[in-house]
């Protein structure tokens, strides 16, 4: 096994070729392997917010380059660490303080203070999720159990952990826990190794609130099943609470006993949606008063009308502006924002000027051949100026190339497509929607 700091110095040395220096020393710097254990590689970094950039922005590349350098890695878990660690790799530093509080893990429950109900924005897409919540909140297993379902970074686990928070300041008497289930199955496990079963049976017995995330990891695991499906009895008998989250409904879940989803079912099961634009304008207001980041309107509006992925992707552009802004010493103009979320979230290289025209055109249900006409049929005025708008917002292209290639237009025409488009999203959601959409369609 190669020794820690040779491994992360060779790692570093791969990934600096691929960032600028700014990029470099923002997002690795203080970092430094922990320890290897059983093919996971420890990672310590300075605080949350690196954490959770590395994670969700770095996390295949390290595990590539770790997986190039050390024999059987498989994976790779970040910890927050605030000590000096003589295997630290110093990176020179640029003189930015992120005005952020770090946020530690209870151990004694695994709840993470930062996720509140205070900090938890309710929309269309997640309202009957959180009536759900309220409803057990009031009374206790008023359903039971509470299954939250729905795509990664939809908000399923700041909801869980935001109810076991609550639970644990409202009494401070009620036991409650969160794990996931991929934990869950190796705690249970490492107890019939060690000979602990009867201590893991009574420890998961006591609590009066349990919350179990990712409940899809019980796929194919039978023993584990087992002893999950007498946990889930033993506390539903005794009023007690559980909560759970999956990807996916439970029904769909492959490779669970029956009788298991047939528990799950008795239940509340309710899923949570990408967020919507609406929703996304009210993520964003919400998310960056919370890190001390001063957007203008028109800057939240372009940022819900174009990043219209994940609530963690959401809160990734915001600190990635937020970083900027520090580095930069002064605020983001919108221009400088645009220019950040383009190089962030890029859509498709091998996406063709005439591919653009053909999404575009069919979105709107009009005939492609119609955009490179003349006329100046109503129906085809909105989606021709859309593409117009989308080939030189996104894509970058200069106003004569977009009019040779939409139908041999003069570039002021292009120009006043352009600005119209640009005007109307300020006062109007359903385009800002429209244009969410069709960005969607093209990545």
């Not at 595990?63 to 927050?80: A, D, H, P, Q, S």
């Not at 359903?143 to 700041?158: A, D, E, R």
């Not at 634009?277 to 509006?301: C, P, T, Y």
């Not at 950040?340 to 492609?368: C, F, H, M, P, Q």
Request: hydrophobic share 35%; net charge neutral; with cysteine.
């Amino acid at each position: 096994m190669v020794e820690n700091k040779t491994l992360w110095n060779n790692v570093l040395a791969e990934i600096e070729l691929s960032l600028s220096k700014a990029n470099f020393s923002m997002w690795f710097k203080d970092t430094f392997i922990i320890k290897q254990d059983d093919g996971v590689v420890h990672l310590g970094v300075p605080n949350v917010f690196v954490k959770d950039w590395l994670l969700n922005k770095y996390h295949k590349d390290i595990l590539k380059n770790l997986r190039t350098f050390g024999e059987n890695i498989r994976n790779v878990e970040y910890f927050v660490s605030k000590e000096e660690q003589k295997n630290t790799v110093k990176i020179p530093t640029f003189h930015n303080e992120l005005p952020l509080n770090d946020f530690y893990i209870n151990k004694e429950d695994n709840l993470n203070p930062k996720y509140t109900f205070e900090t938890f924005v309710v929309g269309p897409f997640n309202e009957l999720a959180h009536a759900a919540s309220q409803a057990i909140l009031k009374k206790q297993a008023a359903y039971n159990p509470l299954f939250i379902f729905g795509s990664t970074g939809h908000g399923k686990t700041h909801l869980i952990q935001a109810l076991g928070n609550h639970y644990k300041s409202a009494d401070q008497n009620k036991k409650v826990y969160y794990i996931t289930s991929e934990k869950f199955v190796n705690d249970y496990l490492n107890s019939l190794n060690n000979g602990t079963a009867n201590n893991f049976k009574e420890k998961y017995r006591k609590y009066d609130i349990l919350i179990i995330d990712d409940i899809q990891f019980l796929s194919k695991k039978d023993k584990s099943q087992e002893e999950f499906f007498h946990l889930f009895n033993t506390l539903h008998e005794n009023n007690k609470q559980l909560i759970l989250s999956s990807d996916k409904h439970p029904n769909f879940i492959p490779d669970i006993e029956e009788r298991i989803k047939s528990r799950f079912n008795a239940g509340m099961i309710v899923e949570i949606q990408k967020p919507d634009f609406e929703s996304r304008i009210q993520i964003f207001s919400k998310k960056s008063a919370l890190i001390g980041l001063s957007l203008s309107n028109d800057v939240i509006e372009y940022l819900a009308a174009s990043v219209d992925g994940n609530i963690r992707e959401l809160e990734g552009i915001l600190n990635l502006i937020l970083c900027q802004s520090q580095l930069k010493n002064k605020d983001m103009s919108l221009n400088e924002i645009k220019d950040l979320v383009k190089n962030t979230t890029k859509l498709k290289k091998s996406v063709s000027i005439k591919d653009v025209i053909k999404i575009i055109a069919e979105y709107y249900g009009i005939e492609e051949a119609n955009i490179y006409k003349k006329g100046r049929k109503k129906e085809v005025i909105k989606p021709r100026q859309v593409i117009m708008y989308i080939l030189r917002d996104d894509f970058d292209i200069s106003f004569p190339s977009i009019g040779e290639k939409v139908g041999n237009r003069d570039h002021s025409t292009v120009i006043h497509s352009y600005e119209k488009i640009k005007s109307d999203l300020k006062t109007d959601p359903d385009l800002a929607q429209e244009i969410s959409q069709i960005r969607s369609m093209l990545k």
